[in-house]
């Protein structure tokens, strides 16, 4: 019984080019995998939530527990020890650990540099520190229980395991049967590609060239994961960004009449809401409050896609340009 872990990122997910939710689903189809073992975040928001299924790759659950409550004593703790002289230097010694880590994986990386016994010797580092600084426990959200616990659910177990990239060092060392994928001749491929187009579609930066982001989302017809619809709407945005509702809304109109079959599950909340903003701009009252109904309506929409939604019955949205 053999476990293949492959590192998770989470959210930022979104801002590695070569190790993106499309990047997560060319290893496991390089790896034969019809299903994975889900041993990482529970957010229902997470990234690989909506990609895996699209590429009907199945998500086996059951092997994380709800850790929220370390969350809380952590947060007590750390209340507590910054209340003193020597508890304020343990939480700067601990958070320098926590700064220098995140620094390392928000630097673009492949999956080689990922899986890189330089990467997983700073994330043993980066744990090793916290835990001198704050002890077991409390301060480190009780993570040495939360590992053992869930190297015992995984115990018996064989497949590909979706894990933190700062959890692998120790499920490595307690799992004898896991070790991370051959990565021999892999190289990322169009589904690593377009999800990467799309991800950096959605979050536009003031140095962009504009033009040339339209130009590649128009040029492609997109796949299963990251599907045209998705990147009409990402277009969408990017028009929206810089005041041409008409432009916008006509993208969002037809990335809403495409959305059938088997869609990544978010993409109906993130594009009717847009959508719902668009028409809101544009004085279309009710058929904007209609469309935030909708998003409301659906069987899931992410929070982000929610809360537009309520806040736009709420106050009907307007749009703020920058000034030029």
Do not use: C
Not at 95 to 112: K, N, Q, S, W
Not at 123 to 130: D, G, L, S
């Amino acid at each position: 019984m053999t476990l293949t872990l492959l590192p998770d990122l989470g959210d930022l997910l979104r801002l590695h080019p070569q190790y993106n939710a499309g990047t997560v689903v060319e290893l496991l189809r390089r790896l034969g995998a019809a299903e994975v073992l889900w041993a990482s975040d529970l957010d229902p928001d997470h990234p690989l939530r909506d990609a895996l299924p699209a590429a009907r790759i199945a998500i086996r659950d059951g092997f994380t527990a709800d850790w929220a409550w370390a969350e809380t004593e952590h947060g007590q703790l750390q209340g507590f020890l910054s209340q003193y002289p020597q508890g304020r230097e343990r939480l700067r010694e601990a958070a320098g650990a926590e700064r220098d880590f995140a620094a390392l994986v928000t630097t673009p990386m492949t999956a080689f540099q990922l899986m890189s016994a330089e990467v997983l010797d700073a994330a043993r580092a980066y744990h090793t520190a916290t835990q001198a600084a704050l002890d077991e426990g409390p301060g480190t959200h009780w993570r040495e229980k939360r590992l053992s616990e869930l190297a015992a659910r995984l115990a018996g177990q064989s497949g590909a395991v979706i894990a933190p990239l700062d959890d692998l060092p120790g499920l490595l060392d307690l799992l004898p049967d896991a070790h991370l994928p051959d990565l021999t001749g892999f190289a990322p491929g169009e589904t690593s590609r377009l999800r990467a187009l799309a991800d950096r579609a959605w979050q536009l930066r003031e140095d962009d060239d504009l033009n040339a982001l339209l130009a590649a989302l128009d040029r492609e017809t997109g796949d299963a994961v990251t599907p045209g619809a998705e990147l009409a709407a990402a277009a969408a945005g990017i028009y929206l960004a810089v005041g041409d509702l008409a432009a916008a809304r006509a993208l969002l109109e037809r990335a809403a009449h495409a959305l059938q079959g088997d869609v990544p599950r978010s993409l109906a909340g993130l594009t009717l809401a847009r959508l719902g903003q668009v028409r809101d701009a544009q004085w279309d009252r009710d058929l904007a409050t209609r469309t935030y109904r909708a998003v409301l309506a659906l069987n899931h929409a992410p929070a982000v896609a929610r809360s537009a939604a309520e806040a736009g019955l709420q106050d009907p949205f307007t749009l703020e340009l920058p000034p030029e």
